[in-house]
């Protein structure tokens, strides 16, 4: 089946712009350039809205009633997930990993003005018992008559990963009418796995020369190298393209999780300061930040070369800078305190 040819319904503000950031360019001794994900604009914008596409033309066509989806407390894509159903008229139910705070902050508040149904799950039994609790969900709104769909965390499927080979297509277009090269590298942050997939499958059929690095945001049981190879493969034989990829051939960089997913680090909490102060680029604790701390990380480690062209995916997930507002102002009570 050909790209064109799989059901999709228009959500994102697309193309998102590419934007060179000279001043980092010069900084780290690469041409830096990022791609404005953050500005699809759907339920807040962000990277997930592009898979969402694909997997809610899915849902639509089965008369789907009640969605449902899972993320941490924090988490863009339920976030997102959230508004599209409103938008066909569907129920949100997302399952969280965290106990129910005692305020709604960043995304949490964002899902309740979607007006979604929230399940807080406590983190140390999140993962034994999300499946079932999700399965749960759907059995329930069954029995009610209502069709339930499930999206799996961060869309992470051979139909979501759709998403990104089509902005992969997007790009190629975009850097053929601005008569400039392809990228040597992407980097994007990896929390689920579905758009580095997608971002495989795109630069193989679209942009063969670019190289595709992720950066690793939380760890996985299954490494993130073999469920990106199967999720890659998936999507390929969605499209009965013939290219496979082994885990081997999957490039992740783990050394910027940091104490763990959703928990801030203090490499990304400086990468939020100086994108900010250097570009007025924002970037957030979860995803961005870390990610674009893997990117300098790389550089000065000799991993991705001085002098090469670098494209970031932005993922977006502004919102949730705010539940951190204390600790990214950490700096203005030393500043008091001396």
């Not at 008369?63 to 924090?74: A, E, F, M």
């Not at 992720?214 to 199967?230: K, N």
Request: glycine share 12%; net charge negative.
């Amino acid at each position: 089946m050909k790209l064109e040819d799989i059901p999709r319904l228009s959500l994102g503000f697309l193309p998102t712009p590419i934007e060179k950031l000279e001043r980092l360019s010069t900084d780290l001794g690469i041409s830096l350039s990022v791609k404005r994900d953050d500005f699809t604009g759907f339920g807040g914008g962000g990277n997930k809205v592009r898979k969402l596409e694909y997997l809610m033309a899915d849902a639509v066509a089965q008369g789907v009633k009640v969605l449902i989806t899972t993320g941490g407390h924090q988490s863009n894509h339920a976030r997102m997930t959230a508004a599209a159903a409103r938008k066909f008229g569907m129920k949100p139910i997302l399952v969280l990993r965290g106990n129910r705070p005692d305020m709604y902050q960043g995304n949490l508040l964002l899902d309740h003005l979607f007006g979604a149904e929230i399940d807080f799950l406590d983190p140390d039994a999140y993962f034994t018992e999300i499946n079932p609790r999700m399965a749960h969900h759907a059995a329930e709104a069954e029995a009610r008559g209502e069709k339930a769909y499930i999206i799996p965390l961060g869309g992470a499927s051979a139909l979501g990963a759709m998403g990104y080979v089509n902005a992969v297509k997007e790009l190629a277009e975009q850097y053929a009418a601005a008569g400039t090269a392809t990228p040597d590298y992407i980097v994007a942050p990896v929390g689920s796995g579905g758009t580095l997939a997608g971002l495989h499958v795109g630069c193989a059929m679209f942009m063969p020369k670019t190289e595709v690095i992720g950066i690793a945001v939380t760890g996985s049981a299954v490494p993130f190298s073999e469920r990106i190879a199967v999720m890659a493969n998936a999507a390929a034989e969605l499209l009965d393209y013939d290219r496979r990829w082994t885990a081997d051939e999957i490039r992740i960089e783990n050394d910027y999780i940091g104490p763990g997913y959703s928990i801030p680090s203090e490499a990304g909490n400086a990468a939020i300061k100086l994108a900010g102060n250097k570009e007025g680029v924002l970037l957030d604790p979860v995803y961005t930040g870390k990610a674009f701390a893997g990117i300098m990380g790389c550089v000065k480690a000799g991993s991705i070369a001085k002098g090469s062209s670098v494209l970031f995916i932005h993922c977006g997930g502004s919102p949730a800078l705010y539940p951190f507002a204390g600790l990214l102002t950490s700096d203005l009570k030393e500043d008091q305190a001396g």
